[in-house]
């Protein structure tokens, strides 16, 4: 059984940081591109930022420089380290990992991170 399960969200100021964490099982997760993907309410859940499994890293433009995405094989975790937070960042966070090659997609359960003052 496949598991994605994460932590770190919760309320930080605006300029704050915070680190979210994807813990992986019933998968190698190295194989696999991991992303952080985030739905606001009212909106649809929007990419921020994958890890292929070569380690090449993609982000929606409205985070660059501000959020880095990284993966310990070793812990089959993936983290998103999330900089100069701003109010626009509040959304619930989904780890997801994907292989297409075998039409394999996986979500986590969510974690809220809300910035506000």
């Known amino acids: 059984q496949v598991q994605l399960v994460e932590s770190g969200g919760g309320l930080v100021q605006p300029g704050g940081s915070l680190r979210l964490s994807c813990a992986a099982s019933?998968?190698?997760?190295?194989?696999?591109?991991m992303g952080w993907y985030r739905q606001a309410p009212g909106k649809q859940r929007e990419l921020v930022a994958t890890?292929?499994?070569?380690?090449?890293?993609n982000y929606v433009d409205s985070v660059k420089d501000r959020f880095t995405i990284s993966r310990d094989n070793a812990k089959n975790t993936v983290y998103l380290q999330m900089n100069t937070l701003k109010p626009e960042d509040t959304a619930v966070y989904y780890c997801n990992a994907a292989r297409w090659v075998i039409a394999a997609n996986y979500w986590g359960q969510g974690t809220q991170v809300t910035v506000s003052s």
């Open positions: 890890v292929s499994s070569g380690g090449t890293t």
């Open positions: 019933g998968i190698i997760s190295s194989r696999y591109t």
